[in-house]
T-cell receptor, first 114, second 114 residues
Framework: AQSVTQLDSQVPVFEEAPVELRCNYS??????LFWYVQYPNQGLQLLLK??????LVKGINGFEAEFNKSQTSFHLRKPSVHISDTAEYFC????????????FGKGTKLSVKP | EAGVTQFPSHSVIEKGQTVTLRCDPI?????LYWYRRVMGKEIKFLLH????????ESGMPNNRFLAERTGGTYSTLKVQPAELEDSGVYFC????????????FGPGTRLLVL
């Protein structure tokens, strides 16, 4: 079955520290990969996406992610976090086809402390 | 350009009542999706419209849920009668034809059934 795994439900980190949020997906021939962010009391905002091409993709707010096909992973990274990065982060996968619905991980709550 | 909008932002109803959620997609986006996040669970796909036609409704939980998109513009999702387990956040997303892999989400409607 198609699935997306975010192993860490919560990640606490101090301000200006680096962070990595992990995402693994069940293998498929072709996938489109996304990270969305939900700030407190707001909706889902697209952070970055991988459709094809370079495996390192850069998104908004200094975030980047690397597509690793052999490890079926799409981990999200930021070298130095800010208090304002406190939010819930969702990894999502489109396994292709005409339907186009996304399969989401359970989310990772990033808490940045001063 | 306006993003995806949803109304209401919050709704509190009693078990057995009816609730109708509305979604206005980004102008020109023919694809419209409904998703739901039940507390503590992952965001799950409900259904997908292409213009006014239902492309995929495999995620609809049961026949108490009715989605419509008359005229291919805004969409409504009606829950009748509502049950306690219907509580959660209902998200709407839209995408362009030809770029349907990239979905833009609305702020969500938080539904609480008492």
């Amino acid at each position: 079955a198609q699935s997306v795994t975010q192993l860490d439900s919560q990640v606490p980190v101090f301000e200006e520290a680096p962070v990595e949020l992990r995402c693994n997906y069940s293998s498929s021939v072709s996938v489109y990969l996304f990270w969305y962010v939900q700030y407190p009391n707001q909706g889902l905002q697209l952070l970055l996406k991988y459709l094809s091409g370079s495996t390192l993709v850069k998104g908004i707010n200094g975030f980047e992610a690397e597509f690793n096909k052999s490890q079926t992973s799409f981990h999200l990274r930021k070298p130095s976090v800010h208090i304002s990065d406190t939010a819930e982060y969702f990894c999502a996968v489109n396994y292709g086809g005409s339907q186009g619905n996304l399969i989401f991980g359970k989310g990772t709550k990033l808490s940045v402390k001063p | 350009e306006a993003g995806v909008t949803q109304f209401p932002s919050h709704s509190v109803i009693e078990k057995g009542q009816t609730v109708t959620l509305r979604c206005d997609p980004i102008s020109g986006h023919d694809n419209l999706y409904w998703y739901r996040r039940v507390m503590g669970k992952e965001i799950k796909f409900l259904l997908h419209f292409v213009k006014e036609s239902k492309q995929d409704e495999s995620g609809m939980p049961n026949n108490r849920f009715l989605a419509e998109r008359t005229g291919g513009t805004y969409s409504t999702l009606k829950v009748q009668p509502a049950e306690l387990e219907d509580s959660g956040v209902y998200f709407c997303a839209s995408s362009q034809v030809g770029h349907q892999e990239t979905q833009y989400f609305g702020p969500g409607t938080r539904l609480l059934v008492l």
